[in-house]
């Protein structure tokens, strides 16, 4: 159903609010008639993109076309989209009727044409007989149809969804769902839809986007993001999966939880540290000890409706979620295996901590806005820029913010079968990634250390 | 002791200075000078040509208050609100600020500077002191209903095309309308019944309802006095029902 042509173009558009950035560099483009679905946490920038595209807000560079052409200049009421809020944003001095008119009253459409097409947008959302009902005595789910009427009567090109169903509970929730893939269906106009639900971007779309902190992580239709994630975020962000380290030994051979597998992807070269993504329900049980790869002890059994949520421990002391039709007993040992093109090899983004710095003096450097303690530097004097290069493990956390040289915060964490990958966000704003056994939670404020023999430091010219 | 009893001390206060003076008002406005009963003096009022037509005038200039009050106060408090245009907190101390002063002082000082200045007193500046003295009661209901209003009315209003002037007309002034009616409480029930402002900025030239009530308890005249502040309350009474959704109106003053 979705045509070649575009409707929408985001060229290197960037957008901050007092300093920070929103978005960063964001390149995107929207056939005509698609589903789109931007998705990713909170702060992530999704809802920001609408509100550029609706007009609300105007980016701080790149341009956005519609239909080709530039329409940064235009003022949201002057552009042929509507949209759905989040808290439907109806207006509580109207009934349903005159609300879902709003548009078309301003359009000066002809009365007797706006009760046709009211009434028609009123049967579509099976809201017929509630006209001239207060719009604050309807329940969340009727208010959201009002909603979606109201912005639909005016046949926009694009119908932007601003997280409509977050505010619903679940069954309404689903039950929308589905009334709004068959209303995509029946008109044939572009959605584009936000949320931070990933089930739900991957039952409603034709296309996701995926984002974080102001970046598209990826873009693809829901089969791709899920089977192919780019990256260890979008993994761990679409359904459940078991993040792993591991070394690609060479084409269609990667290692790890101590194990040896072969695989299907390739280009990434020789002992090359790398990223997998194992979903739980591609790990398979088996009797065979012939076809079995590894072994591993069951810790915890939990039935979820249609499957087994399990969780075992590998020979090599790793940990993994599986799914599985059938349950096995916890402290049993099992025979596992997993299929090659099960196991889907991401670029990992970086392997030790890069941060820029200057010398202070021959033994201390400043970094991320502290002074740390280093190993005596020959040759490098005061006021000297350098590179600091600190291993995820050797960065260490401690309870209380006010106890190291820099304070943080907990901002994103990755279960990777025997250790966590944190990611801290410092309070100058800069990113450190850190390997721990220990548990955080995400928000959680820590203070950072850094020995001085794990520093090591480069002149920043030096290759 | 339970909870119910600390309400103890509020309603003794509540008993000696509002519920006892109103019954004082009534049984006054129901006696003659002997202490019988009598409704003389509520009859009196409606053959009375001159407190009849004090009393229109100050209707009038209540209502001319109130008005103009509306059409300063409005775009002050929008001003105010709107983020954009009022970045600083300042701006709205210095609105708020005159009321730190006390009322009569800053009629004083007004009807010094129409003096200083040669300006005759009239009703104008009546007019103009009333409006100083009562226009931060109708901006602060305002400015408080619209910056808390909700940005996405107005966005949701543009979204489906409406100009900067519609989403204006069309769903910020009719969302702002409890703002309004309590500001027009605030105002213009205090500006029938006074009668300070008037006695400076007028000497007296121009009498208010308020004025004859003060002059008629002044010279002892406390029936009839009575009398006329109990009609001022059924009316005030009247005009607080017709403006409407007091809850609404309520909610905006906090």
């Not at chain 1, 901050?16 to 560099?25: C, E, I, P």
């Not at chain 1, 087994?308 to 040992?333: F, K």
């Not at chain 2, 019954?23 to 006054?28: G, H, K, M, T």
């Not at chain 2, 005038?57 to 001003?79: F, K, Q, R």
């Amino acid at each position: 159903m979705a045509g070649e042509e575009h409707i929408i173009d985001l060229r290197h558009v960037s957008k901050s609010f007092s300093g920070k950035v929103v978005l960063d560099d964001i390149n995107l483009y929207i056939r005509k008639g698609e589903f789109v679905t931007l998705l990713g946490p909170s702060g992530c920038g999704k809802t920001t993109t609408l509100r550029l595209i609706a007009g609300f807000l105007a980016p701080d560079e790149g341009e956005i076309l519609l239909d080709g052409k530039d329409i940064s200049g235009i003022p949201p009421h002057k552009r042929p989209f509507n949209t759905v809020f989040q808290r439907y944003a109806l207006f509580p001095h109207l009934d349903v009727y005159d609300n879902i008119a709003f548009g078309l009253k301003l359009q000066k459409v002809p009365s007797d044409e706006i009760d046709k097409r009211v009434r028609k947008v009123l049967k579509m959302v099976s809201m017929t007989d509630y006209e001239d009902r207060d719009v604050e005595s309807l329940s969340g789910g009727q208010q959201q149809r009002v909603a979606i009427a109201r912005a639909l009567v005016n046949q926009p090109k694009i119908l932007l969804l601003d997280e409509p169903l977050a505010a619903l509970d679940l069954k309404m929730r689903k039950d929308m769902q589905i009334e709004l893939k068959e209303m995509h269906d029946q008109l044939g106009i572009t959605f584009i839809y936000v949320t931070h639900d990933q089930e739900e971007a991957l039952t409603l779309s034709d296309t996701i986007v995926v984002m974080n902190e102001g970046r598209i992580q990826q873009i693809g239709t829901p089969t791709d993001i899920y089977n192919e994630p780019v990256n260890s975020f979008v993994a761990d962000f679409i359904g459940e999966s078991n993040i792993l380290n591991a070394t690609m030994i060479r084409d269609h051979r990667v290692s790890f939880i101590g194990h040896e597998f072969d695989c299907v992807d390739e280009g990434f070269g020789e002992g090359v540290p790398v990223d997998v993504v194992v979903r739980p329900e591609d790990i398979y049980f088996t009797q065979d000890p012939a076809r079995a790869q590894f072994t591993a002890k069951v810790n915890s059994c939990t039935f979820k409706g249609v499957h087994y949520e399990m969780y075992v421990d590998t020979d090599n002391g790793y940990e993994l979620m599986i799914q599985d039709y059938d349950a096995y007993p916890v402290g049993s040992t099992v025979m596992l295996y997993i299929e090659p093109d099960d196991i889907q090899v991401m670029v990992k983004e970086r392997t030790c901590n890069t941060i820029e710095g200057r010398m202070k003096d021959a033994t201390h450097v400043e970094l991320l806005g502290g002074e740390f303690e280093c190993l005596p530097q020959p040759g490098l004097e005061g006021g000297e820029e350098v590179i600091a290069e600190v291993a995820f493990d050797k960065v260490d956390l401690l309870d209380h913010q006010d106890e190291g040289e820099l304070a943080g915060e907990v901002h994103f964490l990755l279960y990777k079968g025997d250790h966590y990958h944190l990611t801290i966000l410092t309070e100058d704003g800069d990113h450190l990634w850190v390997d721990t056994d220990d548990i955080w939670d995400k928000g959680d404020l820590v203070g950072i250390d850094l020995a001085k023999e794990d520093i090591k430091i480069r002149r920043k010219n030096e290759a | 002791m339970k909870r119910s009893h600390w309400s103890i001390p509020y309603a003794v206060f509540l008993g000696i200075f509002v519920v006892l003076p109103l019954l004082l008002v009534l049984l006054y406005a129901l006696q003659d000078g002997q202490g019988h009963f009598t409704l003389a003096n509520i009859t009196r009022f409606f053959s009375d040509s001159d407190a009849l037509g004090t009393f229109a005038v100050s209707l009038e200039i209540a209502i001319e208050n109130t008005l103009i009050c509306i059409l300063l106060g409005y775009p002050a408090a929008w001003i105010l609100a709107n983020k954009e245009l009022n970045r600083s907190a300042v701006t709205i101390v210095l609105f708020i600020l005159p009321m730190w002063i006390n009322a009569l002082m800053r009629t004083l000082a007004t009807a010094e500077l129409f003096n200083m200045f040669g300006i005759q007193l009239g009703k104008g500046t009546l007019l103009f002191g009333m409006v100083y003295d009562y226009l931060p009661f109708m901006i602060y209901p305002i400015y408080n209903v619209l910056s808390k209003m909700d940005k996405s009315y107005a966005e949701a209003a543009q979204d489906l095309g409406a100009t900067p002037w519609k989403v204006f007309w069309k769903v910020t002034v009719p969302l702002s309308m409890p703002g309004v009616s309590s500001g027009i409480l605030m105002v213009f029930m205090p500006t029938v019944s006074t009668f300070a402002i008037s006695e400076f900025l007028t000497n007296n030239k121009i009498k208010l309802f308020g004025t004859i009530i003060q002059e008629n308890i002044n010279s002892s005249m406390w029936n009839y006095g009575a009398a006329l502040a109990l009609i001022m309350l059924v009316i005030i009474g009247i005009s607080t029902m017709i403006t409407g959704d007091r809850k609404d109106a309520e909610e905006a003053l906090i």
